[in-house]
């Protein structure tokens, strides 16, 4: 069997490489080894509830991807004007977070001291020449307590990460960029803060299973192969040859111009490449990756005190909490839960609470109605309640990371049709590695002969 373009993974990467190029007229196949597509993209419903499962919401920016998932039929839903709000736990309570870099200076979140240390910003340090993380970064231009406060809850919450091992420049460009090009994060924010892009965060009626259920549907019937098991890839006559079963039937023999990969980078150490090309690749598997559990909580309205105003409330690490933060689920987009009901999903684990996957479903679960009942007030019995447990959540773009992307660029030049594609690449994101995954099928279909 002879295809333009074979894809291993059919998670959100790499349903829309295939996606773009079927409507490109390059027919490609999709090799997935679980059960389903979507990968970590997957919604919950039930009795009226719409419980996301990984990526909660798409943030827009004016970079052309709406247009794209309009193409693909998606109906968008914009999130509530209340979404704009979020909130800090701090000493116990949920608390406004600042707005921006002059909010920082009124908030009741930090000290005296501490807004005092946000106002000699201007006057930090010069950056080094090299990368650091994200707390270095934040305690040289704005002090520890800002660190510890605003910036190490952020990073939880992003990346479920750990902000003392976390590369500024891959994980958070903008702020790298802001510092070089304004020598100040506080005199960027006011200069820049009008002009800034105008980002919106949308979500889909059926939830963010939305967007891979309507790749699938453009990439029609029979492209798409579950449960599939790869025995064997080389390149062979300016090809790739790849042998493949399914279900235990008969290996089948696959001839690809192209081969894109996208699977986490755990998975490719498993992968039975050239061994030259998986010797580039060997630090891959080593890419950390904590475990995070989402956990979705329906309750009736009237047993939850707190007014939910908002996007929803990270948890710092100096508060000693379980979680590291929860959505406001209901608050954000229309018909998540049924008339009187809230939804809250909540996260546990991440680096800071790595051993967190060890304990029973149930003790997850109460640990998250402990924080909840402290900081929203919620009592009582939940009328909802969904678990969604990942082994191996999210990478993290820690401090090295250049190199391994490096070494990825390399596989690429020296093995011409190879392309990687997902999360671990062009940010973790999902509106990031979708836009990375759209500008490699559009690669792949230039050079197209």
């Known amino acids: 069997m002879k295809i333009h373009a074979l894809i291993l993974g059919a998670g959100p990467a790499g349903l829309a490489v295939a996606s773009t190029l079927h409507r490109a007229g390059l027919e490609p196949l999709v090799l997935e080894n679980a059960p389903r597509p979507g990968g970590s993209v997957k919604t919950h419903r039930e009795n009226g509830f719409i419980a996301e499962c990984g990526p909660n919401a798409f943030l827009l920016e004016n970079d052309g991807t709406e247009a794209r998932l309009r193409q693909l039929g998606l109906t968008l839903q914009e999130a509530s004007a209340a979404a ?11 608390t406004p977070a600042p707005g921006g870099p002059l909010g920082a200076i009124t908030t009741p979140l930090l000290s005296l001291r501490g807004k005092l240390r946000i106002l000699a910003e201007p006057f930090a340090a010069a950056p080094p020449a090299d990368d650091e993380s994200a707390a270095a970064f934040t305690r040289r231009r704005l002090g520890a307590e800002a660190a510890t406060r605003l910036v190490e809850p952020m990073v939880a919450g992003i990346y479920a990460g750990d902000y003392e091992k976390i590369s500024l420049r891959h994980a958070f460009p903008r702020l790298r960029e802001m510092e070089r090009r304004h020598g100040s994060l506080l005199l960027a924010g006011l200069r820049t803060g009008r002009a800034a892009p105008r980002r919106r965060m949308v979500n889909f009626p059926g ?8 790749m699938e549907r453009t990439i029609g019937p029979g492209r798409i192969r579950t449960d599939a098991t790869v025995h064997a890839i080389e390149p062979a006559d300016g090809m790739w040859r790849v042998e493949w079963s399914r279900h235990g039937r008969a290996r089948e023999v696959v ?20 061994a030259s090309l998986q010797s580039q690749l060997q630090p891959w598997e080593s890419v950390e990756a ?24 990270l948890s710092p690490a100096i508060e000693r909490r379980h979680i590291l933060g ?12 049924p008339e009187g009901c809230v939804l809250l999903t909540t996260f546990l684990g991440g680096s800071r609470h790595p051993h967190a996957g060890d304990q029973t479903d149930a003790g997850q ?25 990942w082994p191996r959540a999210i990478p993290q773009y820690n401090l090295g990371y250049g190199v391994l992307l490096e070494r990825l660029d390399a596989a690429e030049r020296a093995y011409p049709g190879l392309h990687f594609c997902g999360s671990y690449r062009a940010g973790v994101a999902l509106p990031k590695t979708l836009g990375h995954a759209f500008a490699t099928a559009e690669k792949i279909v230039a050079t197209a002969v």
């Open 84 to 94: 704009r709000k979020r909130y800090l736990v701090c000493h116990g309570k949920a």
């Open 207 to 214: 939830g963010m299973a939305d967007i891979p259920g309507a």
């Open 255 to 274: 001839h690809a111009t192209t081969l894109v990969l996208a699977i986490p980078p755990w998975r490719m150490a498993g992968l039975p490449l050239p």
């Open 290 to 313: 904590p475990p995070v559990s989402v956990i979705s909580l329906g309750y009736a309205r009237d047993q939850v005190t707190h007014p939910l105003d908002g996007f929803g409330m």
């Open 326 to 337: 929860t959505l406001f689920q209901s608050t954000l987009f229309p018909g998540r839960a």
């Open 365 to 389: 679960i109460k640990d998250v109605r402990t924080d909840l009942h402290d900081l929203l007030g919620a009592r009582g019995e939940p009328v909802f309640t969904h678990l969604q447990r």
